[in-house]
């Protein structure tokens, strides 16, 4: 009985110490164990508990859930519809008979309106529908048909202007937003992407730096806003590449900076005031000596370049230092400069260098060029 007992005991003292290393061991491991992974949760909240706090989950899930509804409303908001009699024109202006042939952009608050030139051009009348539905006369404050920009005035105070893009802010692949009155139907907002930046020789303009987007433009959207995700102005819808006359994915915008350029000196002077020197040019590109540069093939009588002494068959190679690729590189370079400015032109003439200073004129309206 005693062996017995004795037995048991040590069977006890066994089954207790199992049991409390058992415990142990649990307790361990319930301690030090891996973290299990959290339940299945969409990101945003997971964004929440990870920064501590709700504002880059607000913005994400705000954007999920309306698009570009802020950005839309913002822009719209700056976005006028514009309504043109021209001298032929029978048709009332405030009747149901009216057409709207483009759109415009709120740029001061003191009503100055920017729009595309050939939208007003020609016109006896303008009218723009602001955005809260009234309608008011619109004086002409200047344009430039070498960018197809021009500048409207109305009677009114406190108006929502657009806010201006950072200049070349906007790069390939960006998403953007045409605003503005297709056809007549109404403001709308379509959406795409900046396709190219800086498209040039296409022949629309004379100064070219379009921003191409596949954004439906159409026929009416002329002079409307072209906006970021935020709703500030990149550029002004200005044409369509079409061959049927709708919209094809193509359309082009004149970029901020060379809109603001242009409305800033309307505004203070009524027009915009290039250099110019005075002759016609063609790419030397292609010619036999195969060079870059610009050759002139015309030289205006009594214009600036014809007193400084250039000569038909020059070869134009740099300005001020700065190499002239072309043609276009001739123009877009003397324009840049202020009338009266005078520049420094090296000169290929014979196969001989030569230099050629000329005091810069004023560059005239194409109106004026054709007289």
Avoid: C
């Amino acid at each position: 009985m005693k062996a017995n007992w004795t037995t048991l005991h040590r069977l006890w003292m066994l089954l207790a110490q199992a049991v409390t290393v058992g415990a142990g061991l649990l307790i361990a491991w319930h301690a030090f164990r891996p973290a299990p992974p959290p339940p299945a949760r969409n990101d945003v909240v997971t964004i929440r508990e990870a920064t501590g706090s709700a504002s880059l989950a607000s913005t994400i899930l705000g954007r999920r859930d309306t698009g570009y509804r802020s950005a839309a409303r913002k822009a719209s908001a700056s976005v006028v519809n514009i309504y043109t009699r021209s001298a032929s024109s029978r048709r009332s202006r405030r009747g149901q008979d009216s057409m709207s042939l483009g759109s415009g952009v709120i740029v001061a608050s003191q009503g100055y309106i920017l729009t595309n030139n050939h939208v007003v051009d020609g016109a006896t009348e303008i009218a723009v529908m602001l955005p809260n539905g009234e309608v008011a006369d619109a004086k002409l404050l200047g344009r430039d048909p070498d960018t197809d920009l021009a500048v409207l005035k109305v009677d009114a105070t406190d108006l929502p202007p657009i806010t201006f893009a950072e200049p070349g802010s906007v790069q390939v692949g960006d998403i953007v937003l045409a605003v503005g009155d297709p056809f007549g139907v109404g403001q709308t907002v379509t959406q795409g992407i900046v396709s190219a930046t800086g498209r040039n020789r296409l022949g629309i303009n004379t100064f070219e730096n379009f921003i191409q987007t596949d954004a439906a433009i159409n026929p009416g959207n002329s002079g409307g806003a072209l906006v970021d995700i935020d709703g500030n102005l990149v550029g002004i819808n200005a044409a369509i590449f079409s061959e049927s006359g709708g919209s094809q994915g193509i359309g082009f915008a004149i970029p901020v900076s060379l809109a603001r350029e242009v409305m800033d000196q309307i505004i203070a002077h009524g027009r915009v005031e290039r250099g110019w020197i005075g002759v016609v040019a063609r790419d030397a590109k292609g010619s036999a000596s195969d060079a870059s540069g610009a050759v002139v093939e015309k030289v205006q009588r009594g214009g600036p370049g014809e007193k400084a002494g250039f000569r038909v068959g020059d070869t134009v190679t740099a300005m001020n230092g700065k190499s002239i690729a072309d043609a276009t590189a001739l123009i877009n370079e003397t324009a840049m400069l202020p009338p009266g400015s005078r520049a420094e032109f090296k000169v290929i003439r014979r196969g001989v260098p030569v230099g050629v200073a000329v005091e810069l004129g004023r560059r005239p309206m194409p109106a004026e060029r054709r007289r």
